[in-house]
């Protein structure tokens, strides 16, 4: 089964301190993964996908295959980086699949 | 242009009501998709049209009923829907249906009563 799991239900950080949001997927093959972020009272957006390799306002995610992991992570939280995260995956039958998300607070 | 746009931004209807949501964007984006989001879920997807054509129906009740009269435009035609059917219904569009960036849009707020 092609699955995303996301362990945290939330993520509670002081600014300034190193971020971690955790996410392992299930698929057999080449994934295709992405982070989506959801400000709040805004529209999700699409935050990085593994491919492109860039880093978007400081966050990065690397794919561990080995982990099934695509862990996203920011060296230093600010407080506007408080948000919804989700890392999604593409199916081979088409659809995007979300985890179920991450609450990160960043507490000043 | 590159936002998607969803009208009405808030709807409350009656379960006896017919109304419908519209997506439009002006990318050239040859899929656009439908989605259903609960407070503090993730997306769920109901359908996806790629060339105009539906490809994915996730066996969405009936009572949803989506068309894509063209390659800008989505609707989402409802009728005699549930309270539970109360949600966040966003709409998102990508270059192909493929494993493109998803744009979405800002979502319209539905409340059944």
């Known amino acids: 089964a092609q699955r995303v799991t996301q362990p945290e239900k939330l993520l509670s950080v002081f600014k300034g301190a190193p971020v971690e949001l955790k996410c392992n997927y299930s698929y057999s093959g080449s994934p295709e993964l992405f982070w989506y972020v959801q400000y709040s009272r805004q529209r999700l957006q699409l935050l990085l996908r593994h491919i492109s390799r860039e880093s978007i306002k400081g966050f990065t995610a690397d794919l561990n295959k080995g982990e099934t992991s695509f862990h996203l992570k920011k060296p230093f939280a600010q407080e506007e980086d408080s948000a919804m995260y989700y890392c999604a995956l593409f199916s081979n039958t088409g659809k995007l699949i979300f985890g179920q998300g991450t609450t990160l607070q960043v507490k000043p | 242009d590159t936002e998607v746009t969803q009208t009405p931004k808030h709807l409350v209807m009656g379960m006896t009501n017919k109304k419908s949501l519209k997506c439009e964007q002006h990318?050239?984006?040859?899929?656009m998709y439908w989605y259903k989001q609960k407070a503090k879920k993730p997306p769920e997807l109901m359908f996806v049209?790629?060339?105009?054509?539906?490809?994915i129906n996730e066996s969405v009740p009936s009572r949803f009923s989506p068309e894509c009269p063209n390659s800008s435009l989505l609707n989402l035609h409802l009728h005699a829907l549930q309270p539970e059917d109360s949600a966040l219904y966003l709409c998102?569009?990508?270059?192909?249906?493929?494993?493109?960036?998803?744009?979405f849009g800002p979502g319209t707020r539905l409340t059944v009563t």
């Open positions: 998102a569009s990508s270059q192909e249906w493929a494993n493109y960036e998803q744009y």
């Open positions: 049209y790629s060339y105009e054509k539906l490809s």
């Open positions: 990318m050239g984006h040859r899929a």
